[in-house]
């Protein structure tokens, strides 16, 4: 079976909405941005335990800190990244959600940056990623140190 990308599953769900054959959402995020977000701007779903350090140019852990959730009802995988310790002190914190494919969701998205100081997210894969690979990448900025967000892949 041939994959839709995520332009032509966008497509599809732009002309079901105009057609009125679901319920339109409260926010849509085109290709490359970040999803919606649901109450209170958290992951829904389960926590797998891990915790995904962002790296200094040295090699040490530090600045902030990334984990995912799984949501088993939906089928979608979801990422945010925090400022460590989680006082505000980290600027342009930036997070990248990378599925198998190359497709991502980012916050804040390349063409609407901000100056994030406690944690960029939450960000989804918004399709059924039942046995998809994802991984993360993104970075904060803390005490003039630039951290490096990047995993390898998560939840195959």
């Known amino acids: 079976m041939k994959r ?5 599953l966008l497509g599809l769900g732009v002309m079901a909405l105009m057609l009125g054959l679901v319920a339109a959402p409260t926010a849509q995020a085109a290709p490359g941005q970040a999803a919606a977000a649901p109450a209170a701007d958290e992951c829904s779903g389960s926590w797998d335990g891990k915790t995904y350090w ?3 140019p040295s090699g040490s852990n530090g600045g902030g800190y990334a984990r995912t959730y799984w949501n088993a009802s939906t089928k979608h995988n ?5 400022s460590s310790p989680y006082d505000g ?7 990248y ?10 916050d804040p998205p390349p063409e609407h940056p901000a100056n994030y100081h406690y944690y960029a997210g939450p ?6 990623a039942t046995n998809e690979c994802i ?7 803390r005490g003039g140190v630039k951290y490096t967000l990047s995993t390898p892949n998560i939840r195959c």
Do not use: P
């Open 97 to 106: 959600l990378f599925d198998e494919s190359g497709d991502y969701a980012a």
């Open 89 to 95: 002190l980290a600027s342009n914190i930036t997070l």
């Open 135 to 141: 991984r993360l990448g993104g970075s904060l900025t």
């Open 78 to 82: 979801c990422a945010k990244f925090w």
């Open 4 to 8: 839709l990308r995520r332009t032509q």
């Open 54 to 56: 962002a790296k200094s």
């Open 123 to 128: 960000v989804y894969t918004w399709f059924d």
